[in-house]
């Protein structure tokens, strides 16, 4: 078994009283892209920032390509991580050319990265630009360069889409699944849900420090048993009238049904030939979130 690429085991960060993130454990393996979600404060920075090692975990043990990110040695492996933070800021009174050259000398990445990223984000136009100038999605396409700078093994994304319009953010997620096919491990921040949950292996959501689900959507979605919708055209009468159908709560033309009986409805809906079209629609993350924001209870243990 290869090794994770970050091992947290029962860790807990606490400012004072405050327990900002209270007994997490996750193993990300390489290729693996995590969603962390949770509402403001929730601790998804705080658990970023014990990844990079800017904050030092208060009890549990942690590993970042195998080594304790408060090491000396890990400074090394730091050239391997790519971070995007929340509220990005950059040196004004510089280019965006500038900017990124900068980054790029610090992490000792060959200068040729820096046009190519430029181009990747969609700023060559403007990279002569002073950073002032720019508009907030522009400075935020400078941000996921700069992360991206050096093809990290590690991406660490605090709302990546945040300003960005909505090609800008297609882009970004196409950038995500290309680094993911290179085997980059990435940990992905966001309130924007619609357009993430295609993107990600598992989810993470956190609630008061403490994990409330962990695991792949489809896994989220059977522990929460929320049911499937099938939206039907073509067989109103008939999803009034035949028992088979009328046993699943209907909504004009559809069914709310359980998926262990979804095959069971849908090869009843077909056997009409009346029937038009079928949509199945299962539980978004959106209501996933929702749902186990509101039943979720806290999970301890490896994840
Ligand atoms: N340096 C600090 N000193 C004291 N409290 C802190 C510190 N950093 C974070 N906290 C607190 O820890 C908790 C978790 O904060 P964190 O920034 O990790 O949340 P978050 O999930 O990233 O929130 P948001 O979605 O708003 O960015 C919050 O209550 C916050 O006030």
Known sequence: MTASIVSMTNVSKYFQQLKALNNVSLQLAEGEVLGLFGHNGAGKTTMMKLILGIEKA????????????????????????????????????????????YFAKLKSVPRRQVAELLELVGLTHAMQRKVKTYSKGMRQRLGLAQAFLGEPKLLLLDEPTVGLDPTATQEFYHSVDRLKQRGASIILCSHALPGVEQHIGRAMILSGGQVIAMGSLAQLRAQASLPVVIHTLGITEQLNSDPLLTCYKSCKDSLHVQENEKMAALKQIMSYD??????????????????????????????
């Open 58 to 101: 208060t009890t549990g043990e942690l590993a970042i390509f195998g080594r304790d990110p408060q090491s000396k040695q890990a400074w090394q492996d730091r050239r391997h991580i790519g971070y995007l933070p929340e509220n990005v800021s950059f040196y004004d009174h510089l280019t965006g050319v500038e900017v990124l050259s």
């Open 274 to 303: 009346s029937v038009v079209d079928v949509r199945v629609e299962t539980a978004s993350l959106e209501q996933l979130y929702q749902y186990y924001l509101a039943n979720g209870t806290p999970i301890q243990g490896t994840a």
